[in-house]
């Protein structure tokens, strides 16, 4: 075996170490599953031992769960329907023989246990955890397109009852050891460093080799389902995941399913059933999409994927914010988290300190909740300098710009910015839609002269784009992001254009509900229809959100820019009535599509005198074909994005969709969704959608030649790579 | 094929279904038993002659379980070849074993068959029994599952009734239903509830209240609003999406009152009829029952009642008086709303609000009730429905002789 070392001691008590090698992090791979059982046999079989502890070798954690790469490669779903279910149970069978074997066996958990790891762990009779308050427990398979299927649905709802598991499983949250005592998941919690020799005390005082649910007078905390007290649990808990889920998500459901199904029968076959719904889950295209973007992708583009390979790693130490609202103060606070100097610019000192006081009030947050020490807070609330003098500006490796969406007062603060710049630095742009290479004309360095597009509210979004002016070099590219993975945020790079990647996208997901509107359909129907989609919110509020008179202010804009060929949206009209006659400008004003005066807000009643509604009846049938209207036009404009070069990597387009502007989370993303469905398939429907509601549903030749080829854009990306 | 008729109805009056309920110390099998013993005994019914009891009960389990029907015909005296059946469609399982006991003598399986139903709601709290439809995520999650009372509120959100609406329905409902009683509408099938020394414990419905107004209504909360803020209100709007928001009207003022009682309905042929010397006093014209969409769950009257006109070629004005069970006030408002029927011609002696509705009977007991105000008010035809669980609905046409 090479993941799993075997010390028996005086006493009998074999000690596993698991310790995957040449991995910083214990992961269940395809090699530990296949060694899993063969540890079992040695504890089960070998008379020498009388116990068995099992502990990690590595600093880094416990075991962070299964390999999502081997996974995703088909490590369990590669052949058969037979063959999967039976790489499936390979470890759920092991891990029952485990806790059925007639020996004591403990778990001395010395770092993070997720997933896999912990559901290895509930296998044990007995669990003890250091008193680490970085060790996390959980099991967070949800969140990827997956739920546990090493047992966790069967033992942690035997252990802490239906509701406790069904929320920590559906909602993949993790706990702190001493949570994870307090609700029921582990017995012990210990100074860390102590684990193994706690475990051993355990099995020589006498530790039981039986677990609770092996036990005849077993029963299920709070109840099963047909229970008088457990019933709730399902009969709220089915409505709360559908609330959560929008019916998107098959591993909700098959979670639920397991539970249920699973808690009304012995564990044996309890794991069976868990064991299907587990590889059904596996199987479906929405968890192979959201394992590759949200897990797989995600992480190779926060490790730097796209960075420059040969330009030498930096380390930016000081960076310049200009511009203290809203989003200049929330840039300063992840800087500052981040531990870089950081200097926060105004044009007048209350606006910039008024910026720092955001960033205080983060922080403090953060000191509240035992996430920051006291020493640690003043430190990073000192490196954060808020002023209106741009002398500060000297020695920073970076300045990003968040000043007002105006060209001349852009022109300006670059201007004065770039002269107390040393050579090298780089000067970013934090511009969501004016075009790179038209603000780069004001600077005298547009080599090293970015857009890095922040999302906000800045702490919580986790995607940063990069914008490559016609003149920005690979040097500032790199600078960037480093920059970027400094601050832990998920990079990607795109090109110049009109709305870059992520606005442009964004931005027909929002027109398109206008659209609608203009079609007749009821207010209601377009926002819950966008809701529905897995979108965070339905397109009329999004646009009471983004301000009508913004948006009024961008189509001028674009009319100037385009001249003949400007076509103005449908529904254009009615939001520039709303905001020229009716004062109405989205949220900002309380007065919007929405009336904002009571919480919660209700849709403005004159809008059904503005537009008139015809379509206020719907049928499941209808739904299903506007989500699909809703996720097509936005997967069309980013084909276009891509035929166009703005985009040219299906990582960064899934992944940046999803992180940006919320796009379907269960789709694994919009070239994911057209890839799945096949191009070919894709072509017909927005052709369809094309004749039935206008061009701008016509796909782009790049899909009709991939139709006519058979290709996927992950297909053609892979196929690049490999021929450079 | 043989005709069916009504030759005789009766039900017990409806106790309030809680612990000081007049019937709480009434067992469920004690009801239907009453109800058979009436049947018999004011009918001179020679019992060998009827074929089966078919008994209504919604949640069949404790005292309820094991085939009631079965234990009552043995408990009541009646003769031992009787054989006897539970059976549940939920809220119209009552009208489901009239139309069972009536198909039975139209193919000739039966020359007498009772149908009706039993419901001891103090004693068999309503969900005893179960169930996987909202419990099971494999038939919950697909089918949107909400309880009644949120599609009950969200019939009233889509069709446009606020809570004055519903309350003013209900305020006739009470007027209706106290205006029956005082007239003795009621008299001639509703005998008293007898205790265990055979000392009438109740003769009366016991939860009109004929002062009812739209103030004291007004004051109620409504019952399904924290349920439906929890969750379930979102699961319904996935199903209903062009609807901005859930209205919660709906407030036991408002809606069906929990009670417990039993009825019962003595259907045979008109051959059967004659060898005992009973006389027919309705015929069944038809009956039916249809599947509708069972999130909003309530709307299935409307979809039957279409259905049921339509195969015996009758149309609405065809039908002189309309009984739907009052289990919402929104369920009646959107009846009338969608096959444009008149209030003063329908449950024009009250209903559910005001009387109750004891689950597995009241099919049979609103069958009851519209034939006695069918012969009171000299009118010949009507159509009995009501909304089910599940998005059912199930109706039947009957038609004086």
Redesign the interface.
């Known amino acids: 075996m090479e993941n799993f070392k075997i010390d028996v001691d005086a006493d009998g008590i074999a000690l596993v170490t698991f310790d995957v090698p040449g991995r910083s992090m214990n992961t269940l791979t395809g090699s530990v599953m296949a060694e899993i059982p063969q540890v079992v046999e040695r504890i089960k079989t070998d008379d020498a031992i009388k116990g068995a502890v099992l502990t990690s070798g590595k600093t880094s954690g416990f075991c962070a769960g299964a390999d999502l790469g081997d996974m995703a490669a088909g490590m369990l779903t590669g052949g058969s329907l037979q063959d999967a279910y039976d790489a499936g149970w390979k470890l759920n069978g092991a891990l029952r023989a485990l806790e059925t074997c007639g020996k004591p066996v403990a778990a001395a958990i010395n770092g993070l246990a997720l997933g896999g790891g912990l559901e290895l762990t509930l296998a044990c009779h007995y669990r003890v955890v250091g008193d680490n308050p970085k060790i996390q427990l959980g099991l967070p398979e949800i969140k990827v397109g997956l739920f546990p299927g090493g047992g966790g649905t069967q033992r942690l709802t035997r252990l802490v009852g239906v509701q406790a598991a069904m929320m920590a499983m559906s909602e993949g949250k993790s706990f702190r050891p001493n949570d994870a005592k307090g609700a029921g998941i582990v017995h012990e919690v210990v100074p860390a460093g102590t684990e193994v020799e706690a475990a051993k005390a355990w099995i020589k005082g006498g530790g039981k080799a039986q677990q609770p649910w092996d036990d005849k007078v077993y029963k299920l905390p709070g109840g099963g389902?047909?229970h008088p007290a457990g019933?709730q649990n399902?009969?709220?808990g089915?409505?709360?995941?559908?609330?959560q889920s929008?019916?998107n998500y098959p591993a909700v459901?098959n979670l639920?399913?397991a539970v249920?199904e699973g808690v009304q029968v012995p564990m044996d076959a309890a794991l069976r059933i868990e064991t299907r719904y587990f590889i059904k889950t596996l199987m479906t295209p929405q968890a192979q999409g959201m394992i590759r973007s949200l897990f797989l992708s995600k992480q190779e583009l926060d490790k730097g994927a796209v960075r420059p390979k040969d330009v030498p790693q930096s380390d930016p130490k000081k960076v310049t914010v200009l511009g203290a609202g809203m989003m200049g103060a929330g840039i300063a606070y992840v800087n500052a988290l981040a531990g870089i100097e950081t200097v926060l610019i105004d044009r007048d000192q209350e606006s910039a300190d008024k910026g720092k006081a955001h960033v205080e009030e983060l922080l403090k947050k953060r000191l509240s909740r035992g996430q920051l020490t006291q020493d640690k807070y003043d430190a990073l609330l000192a490196s954060v300098i808020a002023t209106t003098d741009y002398d500060h500006i000297k020695g920073s490796d970076l300045v990003i710009e968040a000043v007002f969406e105006n060209r001349e007062i852009k022109a300006d603060v670059t201007r004065r910015a770039e002269a107390q710049l040393t050579p090298g630095a780089v000067f970013g742009s934090n511009t969501s839609t004016l075009p790179i290479t038209g603000l780069a004309e004001a600077s005298v360095r547009p080599e090293d002269f970015i857009g890095i597009h922040f999302f906000s509210p800045v702490d919580k979004m986790m995607l940063v784009e990069i914008i490559m002016g016609a003149k920005t070099g690979q040097a500032a590219l790199a600078k960037a992001l480093d920059y970027v993975m400094k601050i832990k945020k998920t990079p990607i790079v795109v090109q110049d254009g009109r709305g870059f990647y992520t606005s442009r996208c964004f931005g027909t997901y929002v027109a398109e509900g206008l659209a609608m509107l203009e079609e007749g359909y009821?207010?209601?129907?377009i926002d819950?229809?966008g809701r529905?989609t897995g979108m965070p919110r339905g397109p009329l509020e999004m646009h009471d959100d983004v301000a009508l008179d913004l948006s009024v202010k961008i189509a001028k804009q674009t009319k100037e820019d385009l001249g003949d060929a400007y076509v103005p949206l449908p529904g254009w009209k009615i939001v520039q009535t709303m905001v020229e006659d009716l004062g109405r400008y989205g949220r900002k004003n309380g007065k919007g599509f929405y009336d904002y005066d009571q919480k919660?807000k209700?849709?403005w009643k004159g809008l059904s005198e503005l537009v008139p509604v015809t379509?206020?009846?719907?049928t499941?049938e209808m739904?299903e074909d506007q989500k699909r209207r809703l996720i097509f036009r936005q997967a069309v404009e980013v084909a276009r994005c891509w035929e166009e070069g703005v985009i040219d990597d299906p990582r960064e387009a899934d992944v940046g969709a999803i992180l940006a502007w919320g796009f379907a989370p269960w789709t694994g993303g919009p070239i994911t969704y057209i890839d799945q469905m096949g191009a070919k398939a894709f072509v017909e429907q927005a052709d369809a959608y094309a004749a039935k509601y206008g061009e701008r549903f016509t796909p782009p030749q790049l899909l009709r030649d991939m139709a006519a080829r058979g290709e996927t854009f992950y297909g053609r990306f892979t196929g690049a790579k490999a021929a450079a | 094929m043989t005709d069916a008729y009504i030759y005789d109805a009766v039900r017990t009056p409806r106790g309030k279904g809680k612990k000081d309920g007049s019937l709480h110390e009434i067992t469920a099998l004690s009801l239907a038993t009453q109800v058979l013993e009436n049947l018999r005994d004011r009918n001179g019914l020679d019992t060998s002659k009827v074929d089966d009891v078919i008994l209504g009960c919604v949640s069949p389990v404790g005292e309820q379980g094991a085939d009631i029907a079965r234990t009552a015909v043995l408990n009541s005296g009646w003769a031992q070849t009787v054989a006897g059946v539970q059976i549940n469609r939920f809220c119209a399982s009552g009208l489901e074993a009239v139309n069972m006991a009536a198909a039975k003598v139209k193919s000739g399986e039966a020359d007498f068959a009772v149908g009706g139903g039993v419901e001891a709601m103090s004693r068999v709290p309503m969900g005893s029994d179960g169930g996987a439809w909202p419990v099971d995520p494999s038939s919950a999650f697909p089918t949107y599952f909400v309880p009644q009372g949120v599609s009950a509120d969200m019939i009233a959100s889509k069709w446009g009734f606020s809570r004055d609406d519903v309350d003013a329905y209900a305020v006739e409902s009470h007027k209706r239903s106290a205006k029956s009683w005082a007239e003795g509408r009621f008299n001639k099938s509703v005998v008293p509830v007898k205790d265990q020394l055979g000392l009438t414990i109740l003769d009366h419905d016991e939860t009109i209240r004929p002062n009812t107004d739209m103030q004291t209504l007004g004051a109620l909360n409504p019952s399904f609003a924290m349920m439906g803020e929890m969750a379930f209100d979102a699961v319904i709007h996935q199903r209903y999406p062009e609807v901005e928001r859930v209205n919660h009207v709906h407030t036991p003022g408002n809606s069906s009152g929990i009670v417990d009682g039993s009825a019962g309905v003595l259907i045979g042929s008109l051959e059967a009829g004659k060898a005992l010397g009973l006389k027919p006093r309705a015929k069944i014209r038809g009956a039916a029952s249809i599947g509708s969409e069972p999130s909003i769950m309530l709307t299935g009257p409307e979809f039957v009642a279409n259905k049921l006109l339509g195969k015996l070629g009758m149309s609405t004005s065809d039908i002189d008086l309309w009984e739907l069970n009052e289990a919402f006030a929104a369920v009646v408002l959107r009846f009338m709303q969608a096959l444009d029927i008149p209030h003063d011609q329908i449950n024009v002696c009250g209903g559910a609000i005001a009387m109750g509705h004891p689950l597995g009977a009241t099919g049979a007991m609103i069958t009851g009730v519209v034939l006695d105000e069918l012969e009171r008010s000299d009118k010949e035809t009507a159509l009995i429905t009501l909304c089910i669980g599940g998005g059912m609905g199930t109706a039947t046409v009957i038609e004086r002789v």
Do not use: E, Q
């Open positions: 389902p047909y019933i399902f009969l709220v089915n409505a709360m995941l559908r609330k929008y019916g459901l639920m399913k249920y009821a207010p209601a129907l819950n229809i529905m919660p209700t849709l379509i206020n009846d719907s499941p739904i």
